[in-house]
């Protein structure tokens, strides 16, 4: 039984009002050195960051755009509720508070008075982030509230970020080349990919944290929700196991993208493919890549989960 937030679909509606307002330049802003979507954040918000308590069993999944968060935040409110065995009336209660309390589908995004407002969430809450570590609130950490770290290769969440881009209201339109140099440059919304991945490594050793990638979880969805089960201290059967990861399989989710997104869930869900890189970056393009990838994640123990030479090289 997982929720349906329509809530999230309105959300995006009502950003869709502020962002026709917008000129391409005043789409994004700057905060601490990094680009953020004018539409959905706000500068006051990611200052109030700070005001957020967190609670030792938070279920907490970090991704940088276009990693899978969208797939996972759906197969981690499914593994929650299937493992809590909320009645179909308790369901209902979570799913109208989320909604009288003006939830927002990313703990960055909404207004600054959010977080005040999450504190009458009730136990255990999924909550979903773009943020690095260093931009996280601290109590977290403190707090030592579990963190799943979500990867995915850089040729293909840049090739799916600039189709995101292209396709979504809140940004606006790039040519490739141009986005491909901005990407590279950590010129797009939530900064650089190289330094979010080279940043949670720093916390891949700590036992609240563990990373997860979307390659791995395409490649055994089973596998991987035991994973990820095991980390939160999810009860579970093999029969939910199984059921959970028939309704988050991307055909489910992509059939589902209206009910849950609204009219954008094509945009959200538009191929889930692994190796769709191939279609769009040049071979000096990838080369470039890869040299990248080589200088600032690869020797680390979260780069060498992406399994580089497997799904980014001819």
Known sequence: MSKNRKHVAEFLDNALTDCAQLTPEESYFSYKGVLYPTSICKQETLEALESFEARKDDVILAGYPKTGTNWLDHILNSLES???KYTDEQMKKRIALEKELEMTPRLEFGDPDKFKRMEKLPSRRVIITHLSPHS??????????KVLVLIRNPKDTLV??????????????????????DFMN?????????????????????????????EELKENLNLGLKKIAKFFGFSLTEEEIQSVAEKSSFKAMKEKGSETHGVYGDVFFRKGTVGDWKSLLSESQSQEMDRRFEESVAGTKIGAKLKYEVYCKV
């Open 82 to 84: 299937t493992a809590a």
């Open 136 to 145: 996280l609130p601290k109590s977290i950490f403190r707090n030592k509230a």
């Open 160 to 181: 799916s970020y600039f189709h995101f881009c292209n396709n979504f209201f809140c940004f606006p339109n790039y040519k490739w080349d141009e986005y491909f140099s």
């Open 186 to 214: 950590g010129k797009v919304g939530w900064g650089s990919y190289f330094d979010h991945v080279a940043e949670w490594d720093k916390y891949i050793e700590d036992e609240n944290i563990v990373a997860i990638s979307y």
